[in-house]
């Protein structure tokens, strides 16, 4: 069998990465190939290490306000690493055009909202303002609209009394450790029919 090549970038944590990297196992159609970080003390590079997925580093802020220079040397591990499939799991930078375009129907990423509400940042605190009963987060393809694209799941909480903008976030990141692994195990088998979890 041959499997889909992963790459996965992010920004921080990397739990995300985590529940990606775990779900990769066994019948599963897809492989890590790679963690990529913009940041060099993310703390998910030391989990993708201890899980033996190569990592790389590529820091933005050399480059300053030159996205397309940062964007050349971002580009070069993922080729290198000839993943088939790029998943951002809270890579916490906008990319150009020029990037996505070389990635089209084949990048994924995971938005801590209910898109199309609440696209960019501090997505709990707004869910809470707006007076939301229902919030979440959403796989997603990703195009050259930030937080756009075709949707392939969403996951639901509940907006409790009481909850604030760090308990909804905890509620939420259960759900996107269920449901970005489920998403890119059909993405990877050619599935792309959007799933719903509840
Ligand atoms: C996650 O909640 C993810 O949805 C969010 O950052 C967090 C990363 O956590 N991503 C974005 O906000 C992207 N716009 P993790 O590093 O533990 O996976």
Redesign the pocket.
Known sequence: MSFKRVAIL????????VSLVQSMTGDHPARPCLVLSNQADAG?LAKAEAAGVPTAVVDHRPYGQDRAAFEAELIKPILESQADIVS?????LVLTDGFVSQFQGRML????SLLPKYT??N?HARALAAGDAEHG?TVHEVTAVL?DGPILGQAFVDVDPGDTAATL?SK??VQ?HKLYPQVLRRYAAGDRKPIELR
Do not use: K, R
């Not at 992010?10 to 990465?17: D, L, R, Y």
């Open positions: 992010i920004s921080g944590g990397g739990s995300n990465m998910g951002l799991a809270g890579f916490m990423n995971i938005h801590p960019g940042l997505t987060c937080d976030a939420v990141l996107e």
